[in-house]
């Protein structure tokens, strides 16, 4: 099992920035990939941004050159930068880890963090 608790949404006008936070406890020597995915009301839940334990990263193409995941391993915490906001990308963002068991995805989600880009 693994825990993970956000912090850092908010509020922010359009061209702000934010910087979202998710600590990880429990099973996280199992941990493969961390990442962040948001959903917006009356749409599905999307990818935002991933990275696996080898470091590379993966960006949705809305948010590519504005956001930026990092990972802090000794606090097991990953983070998302998020930089020249724009009302587009008002919604409830998630942090999920995922490792593998018997080939088959085992995916674990916070409890979400609003994110509101408003004027």
């Known amino acids: 099992q693994v825990q993970l608790v956000e912090s850092g949404g908010g509020l922010v006008q359009p061209g702000g920035s934010l910087r979202l936070s998710c600590a990880a406890s429990?099973?996280?020597?199992?941990?493969?990939?961390m990442g962040w995915y948001r959903q917006a009301p009356e749409k599905q839940r999307e990818l935002v941004a991933i990275m696996p334990n080898s470091g590379s990263t993966e960006y949705a193409d809305s948010v590519k050159d504005r956001f930026t995941i990092s990972r802090d391993n000794g606090k097991n915490t990953v983070y998302l930068q998020m930089n020249s906001l724009k009302f587009e990308d008002t919604a409830v963002y998630y942090c999920?880890?995922?490792?593998?068991?018997?080939?088959?995805?085992?995916?674990?989600w916070g409890q979400g963090t609003q994110v509101t880009v408003s004027s």
């Open positions: 999920n880890a995922r490792y593998w068991v018997w080939g088959l995805p085992r995916d674990y």
């Open positions: 429990g099973s996280v020597s199992r941990i493969n990939v």
